[in-house]
């Protein structure tokens, strides 16, 4: 499906929320992070939402799951541990009309997300700390559909030289590669033969 010829989806003014001046806090979750853009527009090409249930890690802004959405996706749960960026979503899913396949959910990474299991998780530039992989390896593996996959998106040409023996760890197979608009792209599946 190209996504040239889906309606432009209305992406709210980003203001702060419950009267919070712009410079309190963090709001790294207001950038529009680049990977997660670039996923954004290749979504169609690697993975088909249509009729899926999935949930967006770190959601941020939410790009990621909003274009799942536009793409078909029967449900998205849109995670964050922040207030702000889940408020920002549930501004953005009303003004696209969104509001009966997506919602929002506080969520901590090491838990499984609620409602699970997934047949698609994305997340786009959350890998930028290193302590939070094991944690957020164990999220995508106890919230994942046996037959599911996880894309995730980083910018970067090189990643932690352990994250795949850590998604091993979790009962995860990684696959990576890199993505024509500069971006890595891994996609993590349960493994269904592990080791004996």
């Given at each position: 499906?190209?996504?040239?010829?889906?309606?432009?989806?209305?992406?709210?003014?980003?203001?702060?929320?419950?009267?919070?001046?712009?410079?309190?806090?963090?709001?790294?979750w207001a950038?529009?992070?680049?990977?997660?853009?670039?996923?954004?527009?290749?979504?169609?090409?690697?993975?088909?939402?249509?009729?899926?249930?999935?949930?967006?890690?770190?959601?941020?802004?939410?790009?990621?799951?909003?274009?799942?959405?536009?793409?078909?996706?029967?449900?998205?749960?849109?995670?964050?541990?922040?207030?702000?960026?889940?408020?920002?979503?549930?501004?953005?899913?009303?003004?696209?009309?969104?509001?009966?396949?997506?919602?929002?959910?506080?969520?901590?990474?090491?838990?499984?997300?609620?409602?699970?299991?997934?047949?698609?998780?994305?997340?786009?530039?959350?890998?930028?700390?290193?302590?939070?992989?094991?944690?957020?390896?164990?999220?995508?593996?106890?919230?994942?559909?046996?037959?599911?996959?996880?894309?995730?998106?980083?910018?970067?040409?090189?990643?932690?030289?352990?994250?795949?023996?850590?998604?091993?760890?979790?009962?995860?197979?990684?696959?990576?590669q890199r993505?024509?608009?500069?971006?890595?792209?891994?996609e993590l599946?349960?493994?269904?033969?592990?080791?004996?």
């Amino acid at each position: 499906m190209n996504l040239s010829r889906l309606p432009l989806l209305i992406l709210p003014e980003w203001r702060p929320l419950l009267g919070q001046a712009p410079t309190e806090g963090d709001l790294t979750w207001a950038y529009p992070w680049p990977a997660g853009e670039r996923l954004a527009a290749d979504l169609a090409s690697v993975a088909d939402c249509a009729g899926k249930r999935i949930a967006e890690l770190g959601c941020g802004r939410g790009r990621t799951g909003l274009t799942a959405l536009q793409l078909g996706a029967g449900e998205v749960i849109f995670c964050d541990l922040a207030e702000e960026p889940l408020g920002y979503v549930t501004e953005a899913l009303a003004a696209n009309h969104f509001t009966e396949r997506g919602r929002t959910q506080r969520h901590a990474w090491g838990e499984p997300v609620a409602h699970a299991p997934f047949d698609l998780i994305l997340g786009a530039d959350i890998l930028y700390r290193p302590a939070y992989h094991p944690a957020l390896l164990r999220s995508i593996a106890a919230s994942l559909a046996q037959n599911g996959k996880c894309l995730l998106a980083d910018p970067r040409t090189e990643l932690e030289p352990e994250l795949p023996a850590q998604a091993a760890a979790q009962g995860l197979t990684w696959q990576c590669q890199r993505r024509p608009g500069e971006y890595t792209l891994i996609e993590l599946k349960k493994n269904l033969d592990p080791p004996r």
